[in-house]
Nanobody
């Protein structure tokens, strides 16, 4: 079982940057596929970026070229580097850990608020 704790959100001006992180406690972090999702008020939760246990990544079209996801398996941490932020990026950002084809291994953090506003 994993417990996930996000940190590093906050208030930033349009065009600015943030790097929230997600720290996992538990065993065998390296075998999990990790992802960042977001949910804005009145909208459904949507995937932002994912990094698989083998290191491959994929991104939602709306963040491609602006955001970067990375992981440090020695520290049990996954990062989301967010550049050129826009007001429409405002949302609660959630960290997710899962193992493919094993739905019993699907964990979420509590979320971190990111607000982009001048």
């Amino acid at each position: 079982q994993l417990q996930l704790v996000e940190s590093g959100g906050g208030l930033v001006q349009p065009g600015g940057s943030l790097r929230p992180s997600c720290t996992a406690s538990g065993e065998r972090f390296s075998i999990y596929d990790m992802g960042w999702y977001r949910q804005a008020p009145g909208k459904q939760r949507e995937v932002v970026a994912r990094i698989m246990n083998v290191g491959s990544t994929d991104y939602a079209d709306f963040v491609t070229g602006r955001f970067g996801i990375s992981r440090d398996n020695d520290k049990n941490v996954v990062y989301l580097k967010m550049n050129r932020l826009k007001p429409e990026d405002t949302a609660v950002y959630y960290c997710n850990a899962k193992i493919k084809a094993r739905p019993e291994y699907d964990y979420w953090g509590q979320g971190t608020q990111v607000t982009v506003s001048s």
